[in-house]
T-cell receptor, first 109, second 116 residues
Framework: RKEVEQDPGPFNVPEGATVAFNCTYS??????FFWYRQDCRKEPKLLMS???SGNEDGRFTAQLNRASQYISLLIRDSKLSDSATYLC??????????FGAGTQVVVTP | SAVISQKPSRDICQRGTSLTIQCQVD?????MFWYRQQPGQSLTLIAT?????????ESGFVIDKFPISRPNLTFSTLTVSNMSPEDSSIYLC?????????????FGQGTRLTVV
């Protein structure tokens, strides 16, 4: 079983629609959680950290459920520029990160 | 934040040769991380580069194949030795910066390696 699992997608989303997807992690000692965005042939870049209480950044909402060991990302009012691969990242200890394989989102006109 | 300059950005190499990838960070960091990302897959940690000591390798990766140098707190190199086509991948270096309320990983631009 992979330590961080994501639905690879692709999620084909009409522009303006909402899309949500989850990520599960296996290590209950994981300390912090992130969503990174990776565009084709580019390095990953931080989209947002995920806090226990859930957090929102504009059109993006992240939730963490420690009991069930999953995190989620919701994108509202999808834009064409949201098309990317979204990586679920779990921090085991300072700096040691585990990456999911990514969820591909394709926003269509 | 941190800015990482990684080079080369891409290379095509003959099997059996070696390639050294360099990463320069604009600030001093204790640990640097080297990842591999094979086509369609996520990032896999190769090793953690520590200044002043040997790198720590993850399962499946060995020093003879991926020697790492860390001469100071802002620089590291990863060498892919005796390359084979299976080594074709994107290699990324990374640092993690921990602030008061947040932690963020920063990445170099990646080295796209093709072994022929």
């Amino acid at each position: 079983r992979k330590e961080v699992e994501q639905d690879p997608g692709p999620f084909n989303v009409p522009e303006g629609a909402t899309v949500a997807f989850n990520c599960t992690y296996s290590n209950s000692a994981s300390q912090s959680f992130f969503w990174y965005r990776q565009d084709c042939r580019k390095e990953p870049k931080l989209l947002m950290s995920v806090y226990s209480s859930g957090n929102e950044d504009g059109r993006f909402t992240a939730q963490l459920n420690r009991a069930s060991q999953y995190i989620s990302l919701l994108i509202r009012d999808s834009k064409l520029s949201d098309s990317a691969t979204y990586l679920c990242v779990v921090n085991l200890w300072w700096g040691k990160l585990q990456f999911g394989a990514g969820t591909q989102v394709v926003v269509t006109p | 934040s941190a800015v990482i300059s990684q080079k080369p950005s891409r290379d095509i190499c003959q099997r059996g040769t070696s390639l050294t990838i360099q990463c320069q960070v604009d600030s001093q960091v204790t640990m640097m991380f080297w990842y591999r990302q094979q086509p369609g897959q996520s990032l896999t940690l190769i090793a953690t580069a520590n200044q002043g000591s040997e790198a720590t390798y993850e399962s499946g990766f060995v020093i003879d194949k991926f020697p790492i140098s860390r001469p100071n707190l802002t620089f590291s190199t990863l060498t892919v030795s005796n390359m084979s086509p299976e080594d074709s991948s994107i290699y990324l270096c990374s640092v993690v910066i921990t602030g008061y309320q947040n932690t963020e990983a920063f990445f170099g631009q990646g080295t796209r390696l093709t072994v022929v």
